[in-house]
């Protein structure tokens, strides 16, 4: 699905938009399944599904919209897999090389880290984080989820909860998530309930909001017609009135 057949709005301007990824490779998402690395490859097949949908393009002859993509996964350790990049290939080559961490699951962390990377890029535009966790932590060495996600938020990060499976801890997500959650969090999913199948319609949906009252995809409409001439007003007593009247603020002299 091209960008074009979500967004309805912009505005003449380059449209710059990075989408930073984070993977919860921890114990309590990749040993939810058998073989234990199965979950996470679910993720590693749910994320090219999504980016293959943004495409570069310059939206109405006004907009030149550019996508840029980077991620981190992490358990009580954060590994950054891929700086943002606007090579599909090269991210994706660097998606693929992951692999399930283990261990404990320090999502703070993740998120801070994810804020140090989009600023350190001085990544210009319009900035997401897709976040792919059940919202469970073992640990919150970094202050706590709510705080970094503040903090990212803060910075002009817009959150998106995506769970890995059923089992979530829903508050955890919702955390995460901007608000509003009917748009950052939503129920998304990588896959369709009780399937393997990877769930188009939370893409679909996530790249709708992306899309939602972005200042730079917002195109000027042509000018209106001329208004009609107003009528004049006497103000016989101007000079009189205080400054805050009515009549020194709405009326001229004639």
Sequence with gaps: IALTHHCLHAEK????????????????????????????????????????????????NQVSITWRFGGLHYSDVVEIYSPLTSSKDTYLT????????GRGTFTDCAISNMTEQIQSQMAPGVNFAVVITDGHVTGSPCGGMKMQAERARDMGIKLFAVAPSENVYEQGLREIANLPHELYRNNYAITQKDTLDIDVNTTDRIIQVMCYKMSCLEIAGPPGPKGYRGQKVSCPNLWEKSNTSACHRHCVSP
Excluded: G, H
């Design 94 to 101: 660097k998606l693929y090389a992951i692999n399930y961490l």
């Design 13 to 60: 301007r380059d449209c710059p938009i990075n989408v930073y990824f984070i993977i919860d490779t921890s114990e309590s998402v990749a040993l939810q399944t058998v073989p234990i690395q199965s979950l996470v490859d679910q993720i590693k097949r749910f994320i090219p599904v999504f980016i293959n949908k943004l495409e570069n393009e310059v939206y109405q």
